[in-house]
Each structure stands twice: as structure tokens, then as C-alpha cells.
């Protein structure tokens, strides 16, 4: 108890000293036309950000992005800024709109005349997040979910089910634009160039179908829950569908260990790489995923979903879930035998009433068009700053 009473001590400390320092950059002016986007704290072009982007190209705007490695491809109008340097302190605190899709460090305060747009990252899942899963988290976090939270001006959801997780998984009583998550307007409108440049980057001919292998991570890894027979459920598809099938597999980035526990071959690509797995969505043809909210992105995307629950008893009694297993419009397994013996052509092509009725259950409200509502919303916010 005396050590993490001291390494709490310590963590404050921490913050209000870097508080106190960047409360230089407080003296800038802040700049009305100036947008940061904060994604993933410094992945890459992709999420909520990149669609909300895309939209206000042609406006008078600077737009800021940034990033762990600045050789990451850009669009050219993008300003890349290097985390947690000096500029990107300085653009995060001049900026009149913040865009961030998790959430930033305790110390992080941004200025009232800021406008910060939280544009989470996950809006339908299975997994209990943020206050409803508080047991799981650390101290630390806590923290920065409260702060965070606190400065948030809006909040982006696509459902009455994840507007309810807004007000109570994150404390937050603020403005929630119910018009769809940006990144998911491309699963609505699926178009045919995206398809044509996701084979044409792997590889993939027009007469193979993709999997997508999509997992999230785990605490524990003491059973292997990746252990898929990819060569069988190849030979398995081909046997269903008289197609070859190309498998890309797409990790979390918190996965230990990954090559020990997922075996590859020839047929196996690695995905990890590609920056917008939405756009891996809405190429692929099949999805598996155990707990990860990849399958309600499939869902909308119209897509087949399995889902490969080795663990499924572990994970939901450690982390909570918001729905049962049995409650959702997939096919789930637990096992390889059940993965073999399950998958039929049936599955493959019957999958629509049960999709229809699980959005009404959860009263979707994707519009296609989020990211340009998003971003008008973003012109209106700067043309009222005078």
C-alpha cells in the first residue's frame, strides 16, 4: 500500500509540473481557421478523423495531424506534427478544434476557447469500456477519463445504444451529434476504387475472395485464443464457395507475442501495416473476430461475421460485456471442429433479416454522410469564433 500510495504521489507530482510548463503555450493566440487531429496518439491517416478530413479539404482550414513517425504518407494539405514534441504542443494549444479518437493524458488541459471533439474510436462492442469497466482499469487512466471527459465540447454516436454508453460509461452530459461514426460513411457506400486498390496493394487477384482475420488483445494469454487452422478453413471455404480465398490478418496493437501465437503460410498476409482497416472491410468478403467491434463495422458493411470465442467464458467474466454472445446476429465458435462444422454455405449468403433486426434492436442511425455533418458542424464552430 506505502509503494502505490508513493507512486501515486509521484504521477501527480508529474502532471502538475507539466501542467505548469505548458501553460507557456497558453499565452499564443489561438488560431479560429487551425484543426489538430489526434489518432490513435499518433498512428496514422485513418478512424474517425481521416472521413472527417476528406470533408474539409476544400474549405479555409489548416488542418494538423500527428503522428509517432513522420514517414507516415500524408495528404498533401496535412501539416505532420511529431507527438509529444514541442510543436506539437504548440499546434495542440493554438488549434480552435481538437480531434482526438481516445483520450489524452491527465495533463493535457486545453483552453476554453478551444473546441475539442471526441470521436471515440469504438462506438457498438461487446466489451464493457471506460466507467463500466472501471474494476479493469488503472488509477492513472481513471484519471484521464475524468479530465478528459470534462473538456470534451462533443461527442459523435451512431446509436441510441452507444449515446447511452456516452452518458453513462463516459460521465458526459454534453452534445452528442446522432448521425453515424465518420469512418463507417465508406461501409455504407462501398466503393468499387477501394476494393480495386486494397487487392492491387496485396496482391490479391479479382477472382480470390479476402478474409479478414481481425481480433482484439487480451490480459492474459495463458490459453491461445488465435489458434485458428487457417489451411483447413481455407480448404473449407473453397469447398463452400469454388473460389480461392486470400486470408489478411489485421492485429491489435497490444497483442503479445503475435507470431508465437498465430501460425502462418503462403496464404496468410500480413495486414498490420495498412493503415484503414475500414476500408480491409469493405474489400473482404468474410470476417472473423472474437470480442473486437470490427464485427458491427462488418454488420453495416453487410458483411458475414464469425466470431472465434475460444476464451468466451474468461473474457466476458474478467471484462463485461454489454451483450451476450447469444444476443448477436453472428455465427460464433468455439473451437476449430465447431469452426469446420458450423460454416456452411447457408451462413454465407443468410445473414440480412438477422442483421435488420439487430439494428433495430439497437436503434442504428448511420447516415452515410457523417463526416460532411461532422465537418459542417466544425465550419459552423469557427465561423461563431469572432
Avoid at 504542443?89 to 480531434?99: D, G, P, V
Avoid at 472501471?134 to 465540447?153: E, F, I, N, P, W
Avoid at 474489400?283 to 458491427?296: E, Q, R
Avoid at 473451437?335 to 434492436?361: A, G, V
Amino acid at each position: 500500500m506505502k509503494e502505490y500510495l508513493y507512486k501515486k504521489s509521484i504521477s501527480m507530482i508529474k502532471e502538475a509540473i507539466l501542467r505548469l510548463i505548458l501553460c507557456i503555450f497558453k499565452i499564443i493566440p489561438i488560431y479560429k481557421n487551425k484543426i489538430i487531429f489526434v489518432n490513435y496518439n499518433g498512428r496514422g491517416y485513418g478512424d474517425n478523423a481521416k472521413y472527417i478530413h476528406e470533408q474539409l479539404t476544400k474549405k479555409n482550414v489548416k488542418c494538423y495531424w500527428v503522428l509517432n513517425d513522420l514517414s507516415d504518407k500524408m495528404p498533401d494539405d496535412i501539416v505532420k506534427v511529431k507527438n509529444k514534441s514541442i510543436l506539437y504542443f504548440y499546434h495542440l494549444f493554438t488549434s480552435k478544434i481538437i480531434i482526438n479518437n481516445s483520450r489524452f493524458p491527465r495533463y493535457i488541459r486545453i483552453r476554453k476557447r478551444q473546441y475539442y471533439i471526441q470521436a471515440w474510436h469504438g462506438d457498438l462492442q461487446i466489451k464493457k469500456i471506460e466507467w463500466d469497466a472501471k474494476s479493469v482499469l488503472d488509477y492513472g487512466y481513471r484519471r484521464a477519463m475524468k479530465t478528459d471527459t470534462a473538456m470534451t465540447d462533443l461527442m459523435l454516436s451512431n446509436s441510441d445504444h452507444f449515446t447511452k454508453i456516452c452518458r453513462k460509461a463516459f460521465r458526459y452530459s454534453g452534445e452528442i451529434m446522432e448521425v453515424g461514426s465518420p469512418r463507417n460513411d465508406i461501409l455504407l457506400d462501398r466503393p468499387n476504387d477501394i476494393v480495386f486498390q486494397v487487392r492491387s496493394y496485396f496482391s490479391i487477384k479479382e477472382n480470390e475472395n479476402i478474409l479478414l482475420y481481425a481480433p482484439t488483445f487480451r490480459e492474459n494469454y495463458k490459453h491461445n485464443p488465435y489458434d485458428i487452422d487457417f489451411d483447413r478453413l481455407k480448404t473449407k471455404l473453397l469447398q463452400l464457395t469454388g473460389k480461392k480465398w486470400r486470408i489478411l490478418i489485421r492485429l491489435h496493437p497490444n497483442i503479445k507475442n503475435p507470431e508465437q501465437l498465430i501460425k502462418k503460410n503462403k496464404n496468410i498476409i500480413d495486414a498490420n501495416g495498412y493503415a484503414d482497416i475500414q476500408e480491409l472491410i469493405v474489400s473482404c468478403s468474410l470476417l472473423i473476430t472474437d470480442y473486437s467491434s470490427v464485427m458491427f463495422d462488418a454488420m453495416i458493411a453487410e458483411k458475414p461475421v464469425i466470431i472465434y470465442a475460444k476464451d468466451a467464458d474468461d473474457y466476458t467474466n474478467t471484462r463485461g460485456c454489454y451483450f451476450n454472445l447469444s444476443e448477436l446476429p453472428f455465427l460464433t465458435v468455439k473451437n476449430n471442429i465447431d469452426l469446420n462444422t458450423n460454416l456452411n454455405s447457408d451462413f454465407l449468403k443468410k445473414y440480412q433479416h438477422e442483421y435488420n433486426e439487430f439494428k433495430k434492436k439497437i436503434g442504428l442511425k448511420e447516415t452515410g454522410i457523417a463526416g460532411k455533418l461532422v465537418a459542417d458542424k466544425i465550419m459552423d464552430v469557427i465561423g461563431e469564433d469572432k
